[in-house]
C-alpha cells in the first residue's frame, strides 16, 4: 500500500498543477508541493516538536496551504484535527479540548475562539517561518493502520464524536472512488465545502490527489465563482448537495455557461429533486446520487449517470470495497423491500470515535459499521434510504419513515425544500409535521394536504403543514431537522 502520494506525483508529473486558488488563481505544481510539504514538515517537526500520534488542529479556511500542513502531518505520522471555524467559542472549545493538539493553527480572525490554548500559531505566520526554514523532512514516518484525521461530526444528535480515519481508510476510500467514477490522472475539481468536513476533504480532494489530478480550492460557496472556475478550468467532476446544486442552477449564467468538460455531478447528503435532475441533465451533465457518512470513507454508494432517471431516489450500488447488509432490529439479514438499518464492512472505515469506546462500541460491532440509517434495496438491487433510524416514528402501531414522505412532498410542483418529524399526538401517539419552502405563492395546505392523500397511506399524511422561508442547515447543507420547532 504506497501512502506517500506526493513523493510519487513528484517523479511522474512535476510540473502537473496539484492545486489552485479559484479566487487568487495562485497554483501549486506537483513538485512545488512536494517541497512546501517537505519544508512544513521538517518546520513543524523542529520548531514544534511534532512528531507520530501528536495532534495539529487547524482553524481556517480553504486555503491551499491547508493541504500543505495536511500533508505535512502525514509524513509526520501525526493526526491532523480540522475544527469547523463557524462554531461558537464554547463548541470550539470542546473540540479542542477533546482532541488535546500539541499544536493549533489558526487564522487571525478566529484567534478569539483559540487564545485560551498555549501552543499555537497563526496559519500565516507558520506558512511564513516553513518556507524559510532549513529543516527539510521528506521521509514518511507512518503506518497503513495509524490515525490521520480526527473529523468532528456536525453534532445533529449531540455534542461531535470525533471519527478517527487512518492511512488506510483514506486510501482506501481513494480507490473505491477511482474505480467508482473512473477517475483518471486529467480530473479536475472545485472544491467549495469546507476543510473541516469529510465532503471538503474526502469525497473528491484526497482522491484526485491520489490519482494525480487537479483540485482547484474555493473559501466558501460562490455560485457565480463555482460556475466560473469549473468552466475555466475545465473541471471534469463537480460535486455538492442538492442545495447547492439548486443555487447554481438557479444562477443567470447558467444557462450560458460552457460547463462540457464536466462528465457528471456526484450528489449526496440527501435525494435529490427529479425537477432539479432534469435542470441539470437538459444542461447536458448527467447526475449522480451518492450516500456515505464521515466514518466510512465517505464515498459508500453511487448511483451511475444512466440510471440516475430510471431509478430516482436510489443510491444506486455499494462501492467496490464495501460489504453491505440491511438488518432487523436483532441484527438478521433481510431481503428485497424489506425496511432494516444499514450496516457497512470495508477497510474505510473509521478505527474509532476519539476517546469514546462506548459510543465506539455501539457504533462498530463485530467488524460491522451500524449506520443508524434506515434502508431497502429493490429486486435488482438497487439501495434507497429511507430514513434515519431515529428519525422513524411510529403513528397508530404503523411505522413512518420521514425520507419517504418528504419525497412525495417535494414532488408537489411549487415546494424547493421538505422535512417531516414526528411530534406528539394524544390518539396516535405521533404524527408528521412537515415543513415546507415553496416557490409557489399560491401553494396551500390544502393542496399539499390533497397531493398526499393521493401518495401516500393515510397513517403517512403528515396532520400539520408549516410553510418557512428557509430550512436550517449545517455547514456540509444537510437540513437540521432538531432546529425544527415540535410545538
Known sequence: MELDWLKKWNLYSPSN???KDGESGRELSYSALYTQVCKMAGYLKTKHTISSGDRVAVVAANELEYIVVFFAVQRLGAILVPVNYRLTEREITHIISDSQPKLVVYQKEFYHAVKSFDRLEEFEVLV????QSEAVHSEFSAAPND?????YTSGTTGSPKGAVLTHSSVFWNSINTSISLNLTQNECAVIFLPLFHTGG???LTTPILHRGGKIVLLKKFDSELILKSSSQDKATLLFGVPTTMDMMARHPDFKKIDLTS???AIVGGEPMPIELIKTW??????????YGLTEFGPNVFSLHQDSSMRKIGSIGFANFYVETKVVDENGKSLGANQVGELILKGPMCMKEYWKNSSATSETIRDGWLYTGDLVKFDDEGYYYVVGRRKDMFISGAENVYPAEVEQVLRQIKGVKEAAVIGIPDSKWGEVGKAFLVKEDPA??????????????????????IVFLDQLPKGDSGKILKKNLPRD
Open 128 to 131: 511564513k517561518n516553513s518556507s
Open 281 to 290: 441533465h437538459e444542461k447536458g451533465i448527467p447526475v449522480r446520487q451518492g
Open 17 to 19: 498543477t496539484a492545486l
Open 147 to 151: 490515525a490521520l484525521m480526527i473529523l
Open 262 to 264: 464536466i462528465r457528471y
Open 443 to 464: 401553494l396551500t395546505e390544502e393542496s399539499v394536504i390533497s397531493h398526499c392523500v393521493q401518495n401516500l397511506a393515510k397513517y403517512k399524511i403528515p396532520k400539520k
Open 201 to 203: 476533504w474526502n469525497v
